[in-house]
């Protein structure tokens, strides 16, 4: 099992400019979840998934959006970027009241 | 509303002695409870939970937490500190009426010195 896996690794955004931060596990899970992780604010949940076409907002979710059509897969696209949306992106999957595992990471700088 | 506490920014610790890190927090219903690690310019990793039972937790790398309902609180501990225990330790907890959505604390971290 790969577990979860994250693409890119780093990335580099102009204002304005868009991208999508892919995730995938493989390890069948319904539950999947972004996190942002700035320093000394913890992470903070921008959006979850409970499974394939059900998708709901999390504490910070203005400027990010989500689609789930797949169980493995739950990109989160950025419409716009912003300098506020520096920061590193965190992808996990459950498979319900457990624990979540962790991709790697994406560190995202937006000038 | 949940929220999660960790009071202290830094613990630093002398290797050999007991750690313990600091989590309270804040739920309306029964309390789904974990600890995760971070390691530098790594992700989390998983070290324990608390859904139901003992109240007493043991988990990876020797840590453990105990569960205080009274005190509202889930502090981490271990009986003897290593130096590679130094990282990034997280509370977070959820509960039935959030799903399956974790909130975090802001983190604490841990020094270990030889």
């Known amino acids: 099992n790969a577990g979860v896996t994250q693409t890119p690794k780093f990335q580099v955004l102009k204002t304005g400019q868009s991208m999508t931060l892919q995730c995938a596990q493989d390890m069948n899970h319904e539950y999947m979840s972004w996190y942002r992780q700035d320093p000394g604010m913890g992470l903070r949940l921008i959006h979850y998934s409970v499974g394939a076409g059900i998708t709901d907002q999390g504490e910070v979710p203005n400027g990010y959006n989500v689609s789930r059509s797949t169980t493995e897969d739950f990109p989160l696209r950025l419409l716009s970027a912003a300098p506020s949306q520096t920061s590193v992106y965190f992808c996990a999957s459950s498979p319900g009241f457990s624990e979540q595992y962790f991709g790697p990471g994406t560190r995202l700088t937006v000038t | 509303a949940q929220s999660v506490a960790q009071p202290e920014d830094q613990v630093n610790v002398a290797e050999g002695n007991p750690l313990t890190v600091k989590c309270t927090y804040s739920v309306s219903g029964n309390p789904y409870l974990f600890w995760y690690v971070q390691y530098p310019n790594r992700g989390l990793q998983f070290l324990l939970k608390?859904?139901?039972?003992?109240?007493l937790v043991k988990g990876s790398y020797g840590f453990e937490a105990e569960f205080n309902k009274s005190q509202t609180s889930f502090h981490l501990k271990k009986p003897s500190a290593l130096v590679s225990d130094s990282a990034l330790y997280f509370c977070a907890v959820s509960d039935q009426n959030s799903g399956y959505a974790l909130n975090f604390g802001k983190g604490t971290s841990l020094l270990v010195t030889p």
């Open positions: 608390y859904i139901t039972g003992d109240n």
